[in-house]
Every structure is written in C-alpha cells, then in structure tokens.
C-alpha cells in the first residue's frame, strides 16, 4: 500500500485536539472521514504532533496508507474537497517510503506563541493571540527563558495528565520578540525541540508571562524548574496564540527546503 505524507494547516478552535475522539470533533478524525471518502477501507491518519484542543497548526505533518497510487496533487485536492467546511487544509502531499512515520521519523517541532497587551478586546486575532491586560517586560521574559534552554527534567512545565516515559527534554531553542501591533505591544515565542511534553509550551510561556509581568523574578524560573514539582509552575496560559509551525525530518518529504 502506497504511503503519502501530508502537510496540514488548520484552525483548532472548533477541535477538541488533533487525537480522533468519539463524541467530540477532532483534526484527525475530520482527515480519516475525508480519506474514507476516497478510500473506503478507511485509512488511519497519523501526525507528528497530538495539538490540544484549540491549538492551531501552520505546518502539522501526518502520514496515511491508501490502497491505491494516487498523483500527490490529485490527492491532496480530493482531501480539501472532502474537508469542506471545516477550517483544515491539506497544503502539501508527497509518496514517501514505508519507513517514513510522521511521528517518529521527526526529529524536529517547532511551536509559536503570540501574546497580545493590551486593554482593549482583541477583534481580529481574536482565538489567535493571548491577550494581556498589562504591559510586559521582553528583556525580564528572555532571562527567565534563558535558564530552560538545554537538556532538564521538565516534569516541572509538564500536565499531569502527560503519557510521556520521562519528564527529560531537550529544549533547543526559546526565542522571544517584540512585534509591532496596532493599540498594543504582541510577543512572539519561537521554542523548538525533538519533542514536547504536554503542556510543555503553555506552561513555560504561562510562567515567562508572569516574569513579564513583574510577579516573578527571572531567577524563580530556574528554582521552578529546580524544583521539579508541578505546583511550582506558573499559571498554564490559554491555547489561544498557540501553532505547531513545522516539523522537521532528516529529509524533506516534500522536497521543498523549509517546507517540513
């Protein structure tokens, strides 16, 4: 059986996640009804990433086995024609080998998080930005992250719900700018790893939003994260401004550099 590789843009604010659930709508149960449309063994649809519910994604990569060869571009139209109305699209598809797994072949994910300050409502990014009613500190948020760069013990900045074997990641990178927006100032998160516990980002980006703030020094990141408790975290922050923006693997599925 031929597989393809999907690259998937979507809105997560009608999901409950990307995980296919029964009673509740999801990202990878709204792909394998338009997959079973085409292929009426009703192919599982695989990703890189379990997003929550309302997470968005610009760049999610999934992986599906169809019982015939399809034309990559044909493939990916009959999906998008089968996913209407909902807010998900398939922007890229490509054949891969047997041995490509969304998940597992990754070695790469990248996450972003915009936070908006501000006190009035947000109308236009509304759903995709956090709002904050109090101006924050960029320089204060950026050494507070500094100390979560590297390999730790994240159980800390982790759900208590997370399926993960262990609490120890890598966390390659954590960037943190100010972008211009009109009536307000917007922080843009950059945070990039092999993987991501539950909750991971919104935690971190919960409890660097407190430093901002001024409620913590940047030093009680580094105690919080010592401390390996998860009563020690800041607040989680909403999953509004969150996206799963790329995932990276040792080659190009789509053979366009940038595009995994």
């Not at 500190?137 to 979560?148: F, I, K, S, V």
């Not at 998160?189 to 660097?208: D, K, M, P, W, Y």
Request: aromatic share 8%; net charge neutral.
């Amino acid at each position: 059986m031929p597989r393809y590789a999907l690259k998937i843009e979507y809105d997560g604010r009608p999901f409950s996640g990307w995980q296919r659930q029964a009673d509740h709508p999801s990202v990878q149960g709204a792909l394998e009804a338009a997959a079973a449309r085409l292929d009426p063994s009703g192919p599982a649809v695989n990703g890189a990433g379990r997003t929550d519910a309302g997470v968005h994604a610009d760049g999610q990569v999934a992986h599906l086995d169809m019982a015939r060869v399809w034309d990559p571009e044909r493939l990916r139209e009959a999906l998008n024609a089968h996913l209407r109305p909902h807010p998900v699209a398939v922007v890229a598809a490509a054949e891969v080998s047997d041995e490509f797994h969304a998940r597992f072949s990754a070695i790469l994910r990248e996450y972003r998080f915009c936070i908006v300050s501000r006190r009035a409502p947000l109308v236009r990014d509304a759903g995709f930005a956090w709002r904050v009613n109090r101006p924050l500190d960029l320089e204060a948020m950026r050494a507070g992250a500094r100390h979560l760069v590297g390999r730790h013990d994240f159980t800390t900045f982790r759900s208590t719900m997370c399926q993960a074997d262990s609490p120890l990641k890598t966390l390659d990178i954590i960037e943190i700018d100010e972008v211009p927006y009109p009536a307000g100032q917007a922080f843009r998160f950059r945070l990039e790893a092999r993987s991501f516990l539950h909750n991971q980002v919104r935690s971190i980006v919960g409890t660097l939003e407190r430093v901002g703030a001024g409620a913590w020094p940047p030093a009680r990141v580094a105690e919080a994260l010592e401390a390996r408790n998860r009563a020690a975290c800041g607040p989680v922050c909403p999953p509004d401004g969150l996206s799963l923006v790329s995932v990276g693997y040792p080659e190009d599925p789509f053979g366009i550099a940038g595009n995994a």
